[in-house]
């Protein structure tokens, strides 16, 4: 795939995804932090659905340090993994208070450095709270990236590394966003709708659901 078919994709979804943004819901870049790292392999449903009871009475580092980590277990028991996420926020929350005056920090390195915090977490963080052009690589970018050959990999680092080379200048910052949301309700895993796909001429996916 050369570079003008991916400025003729991306522009396409931006026209139809005006404002792509995450479908987690927070208002601070620390509000963010928690709701990704409560999200691992759980849905953004199920994650905003504890966030609406706990950010109404801890959102900072301080309040969730403070209501420690048995009742912010308790607070987040729907959610999968909720031991280790209660934890590893807990643990957060600290180092986030004494060492970045509860401020979530900018760089990938120190995002990653905190407990939860992987590479994918950090990259939405970037993305999503600071405008960063990172690509988080989910399972609905992974497989938007190798059906359209947008940026084809065998792994998720590579797909990501392929991404951030091959995406159009312009299109860096919304893209995470405009693949999450084609993969999320177009470009779907089990049943693609294809004949509603505005990139089907672009797109070099073989088996196309026609």
């Known amino acids: 795939m050369n570079s003008e078919t991916r400025t003729k994709m991306f522009g396409r979804l931006l026209k139809k995804i005006p404002n792509p943004t995450t479908e987690l819901n927070y208002s601070t870049p620390f509000e963010l932090l928690v709701a990704v790292t409560l999200s691992a392999q759980a849905t953004d449903k199920s994650?905003?659905?504890v966030t609406d009871k706990l950010f109404p009475i801890a959102n900072t580092p301080e309040t969730i340090f403070e209501l420690g980590e048995d009742t912010l277990r308790d607070t987040?028991?729907?959610i999968g993994l909720f031991n280790s996420k209660a934890k590893h926020i807990i643990q957060a929350c600290k180092i986030l208070i004494e060492k970045y005056s509860s401020s979530v920090p900018e760089t990938r390195k120190e995002l990653e450095a905190l407990p939860g915090v992987g590479r994918k977490t950090a990259n939405v963080v970037l993305n999503t709270a600071?405008?960063?052009p990172t690509i988080a690589v989910d399972t609905h970018i992974y497989r938007v990236a190798n059906?359209?050959?947008i940026a084809s990999g065998k792994t998720v680092l590579?797909?990501?590394k392929k991404l951030v080379k091959?995406?159009?200048d312009e299109y860096r910052v919304p893209a995470h966003h405009l693949m999450?949301?084609?993969g999320r309700y177009t470009c779907k895993a089990r049943s693609p709708l294809c004949t509603e796909c505005i990139l089907l001429d672009?797109?070099?996916y073989e088996e196309k659901n026609l």
């Open 47 to 49: 994650v905003n659905k």
């Open 202 to 204: 672009l797109c070099e």
């Open 76 to 78: 987040i028991r729907a």
């Open 180 to 182: 999450i949301l084609h």
């Open 158 to 160: 590579e797909v990501e």
């Open 147 to 149: 059906r359209t050959a």
């Open 130 to 132: 600071f405008g960063h």
């Open 166 to 168: 091959f995406i159009p």
